[in-house]
């Protein structure tokens, strides 16, 4: 893997994940999904995976850098300000285009934003990307 891919903490979540995921496909949250995703799902989930969402968000059972995806969509998040919002396809929208807009609670501001730029993900990846979240139940 070259060098500069990921630094620090982000290496060492993709290689947990390699590691946990590697020999065991067949894990939850470890893709392929049976059967194999189509449309803007399958393009979500390459997305996830190309624009190294993958490196934070991979885990859903042990202790992962970013919130896990599987089920979020729909679910009720409390955020760092006190409120509690439903995560609908707007608010993951929202919080992949603009990372420090509402921060989860628990949850550190800038984790995300330090790798995750406005303007590096587009409109159309991060809808594709809500719509591979809403595959993961
Ligand atoms: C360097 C680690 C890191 C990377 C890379 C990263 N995230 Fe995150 N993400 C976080 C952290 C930490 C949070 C929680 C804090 C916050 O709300 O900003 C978060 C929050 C989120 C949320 C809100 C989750 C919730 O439970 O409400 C979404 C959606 C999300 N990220 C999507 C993405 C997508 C899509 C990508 C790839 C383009 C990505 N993230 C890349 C660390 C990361």
Known sequence: MPSELFKGDEAEAVAAFVARCGDQPGLKNCKPVKGGLTGDAAKGQDGFADLGCVGCHWADDTDPIGPTFVGLHGSKVKLADGRTITADDDYLVSSILEPDKDIV???????????????????????QIVAYIKTLK
Do not use: E, I
């Open 105 to 127: 609670l628990r949850y550190a501001r800038g984790t995300m934003s330090g790798r995750v730029q406005p303007g590096f993900v587009t409109h159309g990846q991060a809808k």
